[in-house]
């Protein structure tokens, strides 16, 4: 089944900006920490934001003052993309961490979107 599932990546132009949505399936148990990762061509998967159930964020360095994450209802976290260059090039995938019914950790993945930034 499919538990996590991201939209509104695209094709913008430099400077341009996205808003990315990952949706949490209802099923997952307890949603803790809701992540943004992005894979470049030939490149490692790297975290580009993370929130907490606190609300306590992380950014990486290089989306640090353009990129914003935030949380709706536990249940969906957004990355609103500003000021897009072109080395933001990616598939985002979303992670969400959640504990199961007997309170293990569970990790879920979305198959990811495509966020194009060139001229």
């Known amino acids: 089944q499919v538990h996590v599932v991201e939209s509104g990546g695209g094709l913008v132009q430099p400077g341009g900006s996205l808003r990315l949505s990952c949706a949490a399936s209802?099923?997952?148990?307890?949603?803790?920490?809701m992540a943004w990762y992005r894979q470049g061509p030939g490149a490692q998967r790297e975290l580009v934001a993370e929130?907490?159930?606190?609300?306590?964020t992380y950014y990486a360095d290089s989306v640090k003052g353009r990129f914003t994450i935030s949380r709706s209802y536990n249940k969906t976290v957004y990355l609103q993309m500003n000021s897009l260059k072109p080395e933001d090039t990616a598939v985002y995938y979303c992670k969400v961490e959640s504990l199961g019914s007997n309170l293990s950790r569970l990790d879920y993945w979305g198959q990811g979107t495509q966020v194009t930034v060139s001229s």
């Open positions: 929130i907490h159930t606190t609300d306590i």
């Open positions: 209802e099923t997952i148990f307890s949603i803790n920490t």
